[in-house]
């Protein structure tokens, strides 16, 4: 059974950092570039960052770079989302989802974590 289990969500003032783990279990992690996502009340889920299954390229939303970062450690089977300078607009429901290498769509999807950034 494939399951996704993000962590580290939580309520933190704007300008604030998080770290966002993904852990990983059920398939050969080393196989699936992983994802990113967000969704705030109200809104469609949005791409956020990903990178591959290596870890060698990573991409980001425009409203995200150099701000946030991602990272994976395929020993641990664990992605990671570092939140710098987090903003009250980067409000929402994070989610990880993974993508098997060779497809387009993302087949596998956590639960998701609250992010809450005050003013």
């Known amino acids: 059974q494939v399951q996704l289990v993000e962590s580290g969500g939580g309520l933190v003032q704007a300008g604030g950092s998080l770290r966002l783990s993904c852990a990983v279990s059920?398939?050969?992690?080393?196989?699936?570039?992983m994802g990113w996502f967000l969704q705030a009340p109200g809104k469609e889920r949005e791409f956020v960052a990903d990178v591959s299954w290596s870890g060698g390229r990573t991409n980001f939303a425009d409203s995200v770079k150099g701000r946030f970062t991602i990272s994976r450690d395929n020993a641990k089977g664990t992605v990671y989302l570092q939140m710098n300078s987090l903003k009250p607009e980067d409000t929402a429901v994070y989610y990880c989802?993974?993508?098997?290498?060779?497809?387009?769509?993302?087949?596998?999807w956590g639960q998701g974590t609250q992010v809450t950034v005050s003013t």
């Open positions: 989802a993974a993508q098997f290498r060779t497809s387009k769509e993302y087949r596998y």
């Open positions: 059920g398939l050969t992690f080393s196989y699936y570039n």
